[in-house]
């Protein structure tokens, strides 16, 4: 009966402070929230009242201490869990947010907003995998959000999923014909399949989309739109139109890294590169270390017979990255040039442990091991590269132009993946 009084009289008092908050008197409102949670400090109307006083008034340190309190007294209410995970979240608890709008979802499993906050957090943590199952469940409570369509479509693409990304582009698409998000995420998925001059069609018209309301404040957008266009232009076999537009994008942003690297990768694969490598030195400025520029330098000096400098960027590259196979084959192909057949047959032999299948690099090491003077072993990889491919009987054995290997390139194509 006691408690039963304290309440009552908590209660008025808090009807009270509630009156005052909404006639904009927050202070007084506040000083009577106070006074209801003297009067029974287990009264969870008020607390929860105060907190979200608290909240509002950018203070979600204090919101959740009355928060906590709120939840011993009442621990099976989800809007409960749901406040504090915000309050968690901006605090930057990403994990304890994460908690409580799980146990926000076990005790209310269609609670929409709990569904956004959780899937939200863990793609901002990168946890694309569980963030997924979350993900599908919010666009099953709202199918014709767009946020939450575009969202799961970007996180569909990051785990290889590109069929699943371009339904959700679709129903975007749908919806708002020029979303220029929907059709930037649906030529990055038709880019993982293949579809290359599908996803030119869908760049081109982002950029047209963007282009037409170019501001100061959005030309590092407008840049990377560039950049996406000419990277899709690249796939489908337009390189000249791919570096027009590539330098464009740098013309636009000369900060964008990403850009600036693409075009050095463009002018290399079009022979230009003294210019690639003033983009990469440009780059190795401001990114000291960075191994994709690494890589792409060192098959420069290749290109220009500078092995010694090959040789050093294709070791620091493998130094920080020791798992790229591309960073290998340079380091061979330098060591080659300076005939340490050793070295050169070391780094074969670790591409082989990773590509046996290959034959251009048994082929190749057996021509190591012919300069070297190895007759045995270099027998044993012809036959190998034999075995695999027939064309590979009438391949020369002996070093041509002062020290250089005649190289498939075509056959280790499949070292030129992205890094």
Not at 117 to 130: C, D, H, K, T
Not at 215 to 235: G, M, T, W
Not at 290 to 308: S, T
């Amino acid at each position: 009966m006691l408690l039963f009084n304290k309440n009552e009289k908590a209660r008025k008092i808090l009807d009270e402070g509630l009156g005052r908050i909404r006639q904009g008197d927050r202070q007084g409102g506040l000083e009577k929230l106070n006074a209801a949670i003297q009067t029974a400090p287990k009264f969870a109307p008020a607390l929860v009242a105060r907190a979200q006083l608290m909240a509002e008034a950018g203070r979600p340190d204090q919101a959740l201490g009355d928060i906590d309190q709120v939840i011993e007294v009442e621990p099976d209410i989800a809007s409960h869990y749901f406040f504090r995970g915000l309050c968690q979240r901006v605090l930057n608890r990403p994990n304890k947010a994460i908690a409580d709008f799980d146990q926000c979802l076990r005790l209310e499993p269609d609670h929409s907003e709990a569904v956004l906050e959780i899937s939200s957090l863990l793609v901002r943590q990168e946890r694309l995998e569980e963030a997924l199952p979350f993900l599908d469940r919010a666009v099953e409570l709202k199918p014709d959000d767009v946020g939450g369509r575009l969202t799961r479509a970007r996180a569909l693409i990051a785990l290889r999923q590109p069929e699943r990304a371009l339904d959700d582009v679709g129903v975007v698409g749908k919806q708002q014909p020029h979303s220029i998000e929907a059709l930037r995420l649906g030529a990055r998925a038709l880019l993982m399949l293949r579809q290359y001059n599908e996803a030119v069609t869908l760049a081109r018209r982002a950029l047209q989309l963007i282009e037409a309301e170019v501001r100061p404040d959005n030309k590092s957008e407008v840049a990377q739109i560039n950049l996406e266009y000419a990277q899709a232009l690249d796939r489908a076999g337009q390189a000249k139109d791919a570096l027009v537009t590539a330098t464009r994008a740098v013309t636009m942003d000369p900060t964008n890294n990403e850009a600036l690297f693409f075009r050095g990768a463009m002018l290399q694969s079009q022979g230009r590169s003294p210019e690639a490598m003033e983009d990469y030195s440009e780059l190795l400025h401001r990114c000291p270390g960075w191994v994709p520029v690494l890589i792409n330098r060192a098959g420069c000096y290749l290109d220009r017979g500078q092995a010694q400098r090959a040789l050093s960027d294709a070791s620091a590259a493998l130094t920080k990255a020791p798992d790229q196979p591309i960073a290998l084959f340079n380091r061979a192909r330098a060591q080659i040039h300076v005939g340490d057949w050793m070295a050169a047959g070391a780094d074969l032999t670790g591409l082989l442990e990773r590509f046996p299948k290959d034959p251009a690099i048994w082929l190749e090491r057996a021509r190591v091991w012919h300069a070297a003077g190895r007759p045995d072993e270099c027998a044993d990889d012809r036959y190998e590269a034999v075995k695999r491919d027939a064309k590979m009987q009438h391949e020369p054995l002996e070093p041509v132009k002062g020290g250089r290997f005649i190289t498939s390139v075509e056959g280790l194509r499949h070292l030129f993946a992205p890094v």
